[in-house]
């Protein structure tokens, strides 16, 4: 401040100003009902899809068991040993939106991103109860009279409805859907369900209903590095400058003669979720909604102009138009696409495989770290090993184990009950847990590689784990 200039307060940041999308009817707009309809009826009503895996498997179709350490999805099935599905989902849906965004931008963000179809939602009863653009933003503005009282309270009544709604269907994925529902409607739902429930849907009400645009802005880190995905045949949302400018007020009857079509009616602004003004260019908060592009649509057929002033296309069109030339044929094959799609072959080759091959059987073994091994009164030596059996069918099965590699070697299980090697009993869906041991005449020598063979006794099926014989402590003489 200098000297003798009169103290004024210094504004470094500008307030928050809340937005108010005006409603807009248009292709795109259809095209995000239908996404919003589609999502939502998928979310809600997916958990009560039933599956039949058979009488010792839970029969819904989508369903992530914690307390059996199960993911089921319609036909498949996840252990918790088989995480590597899980990260090759996770890495395939990431190429994939990558992939989608190199050839047409945002579009996951302006259609089916969770954020946008529950704010699209919330924006949807705000303005049946409120109205619409002008009358929701007089009516916040203004006094606390008796209608925005009443207004207000419906209003947030509902968003909070459809956040436990929205809660409630998300703890269904976690518990089976029919009878959570039965335990709610009865009042006897456990304390960490409502926990849960209690906290989603507060999460819910307040992400869409107050944060809204600011958590694509600054909280989703797609918004930040999503231009490393674009080039200049990326289809995003554009003004056509050449066409549009100088842009000024119009009269019916007036000529177009040295002017440009846009009108300064800022339809496009009043209708943007964000609350950006395209005519300045592509910006980072811009999801690709294509909400501006009916709104500036329904204004040209208003003035018998074409349509597209703003539109769907990507920068080198856009560049062509300026330079006068005639815009080439869209590129949706290009190296950056080519290397999403060999990516996503791979990985998805891999999951393939891995799902090809995946056993319904599995054996595991770990050596005994204290005692290594034990010197009895015969002279044989004992080596004890813990071997879990993974049953992954549904069915109760039995298991013969044999050991290979080790002359007249003994096996007996550990066992309060009357258990031999060759009769392991290990329920459908379980992990069977087993002490075995193993005697054999041997000298006090180096390690001896074995081989844990397990068959399956249904159907022949085997499988082999090796681990060692152990005889003389490591390092001793």
């Known amino acids: 401040m200098t000297a003798g200039a009169p103290e004024q307060d210094i504004q470094l940041f500008k307030k928050q100003e809340r937005i108010y999308p005006r409603r807009v009817s248009g292709i795109y707009r259809n095209l995000k009902w239908i996404a919003m309809i589609v999502c939502l009826g998928i979310y809600y009503t997916t958990p009560f899809i039933r599956w039949?895996?058979?009488?010792n498997a839970p029969d819904q179709a989508v369903l992530i068991d914690l307390s059996r350490g199960r993911a089921y999805w319609f036909w498949f099935e996840i252990w918790p040993q088989e995480i590597y599905i899980l990260t090759g989902v996770l890495i395939t849906a990431a190429i994939g939106l990558f992939l989608v965004t190199s050839l047409l931008g945002r579009v996951w963000c302006g259609y089916f991103c969770f954020q946008t179809v529950w704010t699209d939602l919330y924006i949807w009863v705000e303005r049946i109860v409120q109205g619409d653009r002008n009358?929701?933003?007089?009516?916040?503005?203004?006094?606390?009279?008796?209608?925005?009282?009443?207004?207000?309270?419906?209003?947030?009544?509902?968003?909070?409805?459809?956040?436990?709604?929205?809660a409630g269907s998300f703890v269904l994925y976690f518990?089976?859907?029919?009878?959570?529902?039965?335990?709610?409607?009865?009042?006897?739902?456990?304390?960490?369900?409502?926990?849960?429930?209690?906290?989603?849907?507060?999460?819910?009400?307040?992400?869409?209903?107050?944060?809204?645009?600011?958590?694509?802005?600054?909280?989703c880190p797609y918004a930040r590095f999503q231009s490393a995905m674009f080039d200049k045949d990326t289809l995003i949302i554009g003004y056509d400058v050449d066409r549009g400018e100088p842009r000024g007020k119009h009269k019916k009857g007036d000529s177009w003669d040295g002017r440009g079509h846009c009108i300064d009616c800022t339809a496009c602004v009043q209708v943007c979720p964000m609350g950006i003004d395209i005519r300045h260019g592509l910006q980072m908060e811009c999801i690709a909604c294509g909400l501006c592009i009916d709104a500036c649509d329904d204004v040209m057929t208003k003035l018998d102009l074409p349509k597209g002033l703003i539109r769907y296309d990507t920068e080198n069109r856009l560049e062509a138009c300026h330079d006068g030339k005639k815009p080439d044929k869209l590129h949706f094959i290009r190296p950056r696409t080519l290397y999403y799609m060999a990516?996503?072959?791979?990985?998805?080759?891999?999951?393939?495989?891995?799902?090809?091959?995946?056993t319904p059987l599995e054996l595991n073994v770990l050596h005994d770290r204290n005692p290594l091994f034990v010197h009895l009164?015969?002279?044989e030596i004992r080596?004890?090993?813990?071997?879990?059996?993974?049953?992954?069918?549904?069915?109760?099965?039995?298991?013969?184990?044999?050991?290979?590699g080790l002359e007249q070697a003994k096996l007996s299980i550990k066992s309060a009950?009357?258990?031999?090697?060759?009769?392991?009993?290990?329920?459908?869906?379980?992990?069977?847990?087993?002490?075995?041991?193993?005697?054999?005449?041997?000298?006090?020598?180096?390690?001896?590689?074995?081989?844990?063979?397990?068959?399956?006794?249904?159907?022949?099926?085997?499988?082999?784990?090796?681990?060692?014989?152990?005889?003389?402590?490591?390092?001793?003489?």
């Open 52 to 55: 039949d895996r058979g009488p």
């Open 135 to 166: 009358k929701r933003k007089k009516l916040r503005e203004g006094p606390w009279t008796f209608e925005k009282i009443y207004k207000m309270i419906i209003t947030h009544i509902l968003w909070l409805a459809i956040g436990w709604f929205t």
């Open 175 to 219: 518990n089976d859907a029919p009878t959570l529902v039965h335990d709610f409607l009865t009042f006897n739902v456990s304390s960490t369900v409502m926990m849960f429930v209690i906290g989603l849907t507060l999460s819910t009400y307040i992400m869409a209903g107050f944060a809204r645009e600011q958590v694509c802005t600054f909280m």
């Open 343 to 358: 990516i996503l072959c791979v990985v998805g080759g891999l999951m393939l495989y891995a799902l090809v091959t995946r």
């Open 377 to 379: 009164t015969g002279g």
């Open 383 to 404: 080596n004890g090993y813990d071997i879990k059996i993974l049953n992954k069918t549904h069915e109760h099965r039995n298991y013969a184990l044999e050991v290979e």
């Open 417 to 477: 009950g009357d258990v031999t090697p060759d009769q392991l009993y290990v329920e459908a869906d379980k992990v069977g847990h087993f002490h075995v041991l193993v005697e054999a005449p041997l000298e006090p020598q180096k390690p001896v590689n074995i081989m844990f063979r397990l068959v399956d006794k249904a159907n022949g099926h085997a499988v082999e784990h090796e681990s060692v014989f152990m005889s003389k402590r490591p390092g001793a003489r």
